[in-house]
């Protein structure tokens, strides 16, 4: 069984930042890719990023590209993202997830654990 676990949600200004962190149980984490998706009250799932088994590779949602980065420490069994130039818009749940299958990265199913999700709230 894998245990995703999110930290570093929080309440910031609009144009602050940052940094989400999720834990990974089991000796697999190397290879699967992982992703963080966010969700607002009343929208659906959305993609925000994902990276690949090595770290080598990311691929980011049109809405934060260029202001959030994702980055893996494999040794660690962690994922990151880091937010910069946050929004008001940007305001979430985020969960880390990780990609079972080689799909289409932002398809919510191609994910198979997800976290409990951590809040980040912007404010105006």
């Known amino acids: 069984q894998v245990q995703l676990v999110e930290s570093g949600g929080g309440l910031v200004q609009a144009g602050g930042s940052l940094r989400l962190s999720c834990a990974a149980s089991?000796?697999?984490?190397?290879?699967?890719?992982m992703g963080w998706f966010r969700q607002a009250p009343g929208k659906e799932r959305e993609f925000v990023a994902r990276v690949s088994r090595s770290g080598s590779s990311t691929y980011y949602g049109d809405s934060v590209k260029g202001r959030f980065t994702i980055s893996r420490d494999n040794a660690k069994n962690t994922v990151s993202l880091q937010m910069d130039s946050l929004k008001p818009e940007d305001t979430a749940v985020y969960y880390c997830?990780?990609?079972?299958?080689?799909?289409?990265?932002?398809?919510?199913?191609?994910?198979?654990?997800w976290g409990q999700g951590t809040q980040v709230t912007v404010s105006s």
């Open positions: 089991g000796r697999t984490f190397a290879n699967y890719a």
């Open positions: 997830a990780r990609q079972s299958t080689g799909g289409v990265e932002f398809d919510v199913r191609q994910y198979d654990y």
